[in-house]
């Protein structure tokens, strides 16, 4: 089962940030958080992946709580081309990826 | 880079028939995963291999068999078909754990199992 919690789904306006929360009360130290997207019935794409710290990319932000229960992945410029599914999944041992629901982000112009 | 690329697309077997999905990487990856994904559902890992000649079961392993002959390579095959094997197929592959680990994923096949 996933270890991670995921409003079902959520709504963002065209060019405003879009902030997809997780909750992953369960992590331990060493397990890193990594998010990827799925875009309508294509493969998965790794979005970002954060342990402590916040992180950024050219894709998204992570921002880690610092009891590391929770994050959101914030994209900050949300486009069309963003409506997808996106998963936040617990870094097990061995890399294997475990896929939850995940959330529905639609964005709507 | 072609990436992760996967053979066929889309196939329709009849119940009983077997077939062997191919999944090819130019990544020289070490690991490589194949996944189920039903509708409205997130994915189920079913084998993964962690090198050459070595397989490993993941979550849902029962009525599918793989084989890592290359490394470029993992096959994963239906030797029996059945209706509740109909889903998307995902092959993904990766370096090796616990170096950065990104999975790569590949299009997908769509088998439908009548």
């Keep these: ?109 | 880079n072609a990436g992760v690329t996967q053979t066929p697309k889309f196939r329709v077997l009849k119940t009983g028939q077997s077939m062997t999905l191919l999944c090819a990487q130019d990544m020289n990856h070490e690991y490589m995963y194949w996944y189920r994904q039903d509708p409205g559902m997130g994915l189920r890992l079913i084998h993964y291999s962690v090198g050459e000649g070595t397989t490993a079961k993941g979550e849902v392993p029962d009525g599918y068999n793989v084989s890592r002959l290359k490394k470029q390579n993992f096959l994963l095959g239906l030797e029996s078909a059945a209706p509740s094997q109909t889903s998307v197929y995902f092959c993904a592959s990766s370096y090796r754990y616990p170096s950065y680990n990104e999975q790569f994923f590949g299009p997908g096949t769509r088998l439908t199992v009548l």
């Design chain 1, 1 to 109: 089962d996933a270890k991670t919690t995921q409003p079902t789904s959520m709504d963002c306006a065209e060019g405003r940030a879009a902030n997809l929360p997780c909750n992953h009360s369960t992590i331990s130290g060493n397990e890193y958080v990594y998010w990827y997207r799925q875009i309508h019935s294509q493969g998965p794409q790794y979005i970002i992946h954060g342990l402590k710290n916040n992180e950024t990319n050219e894709m998204a932000s992570l921002i880690i709580t610092e009891d590391r229960k929770s994050s959101t992945l914030i994209l900050p410029h949300a486009t069309l081309r963003d409506t997808a599914v996106y998963y936040c999944i617990e870094h097990n041992a061995g890399n294997m990826l475990t896929f939850g629901g995940g959330t529905r982000l639609m964005v709507k112009p």
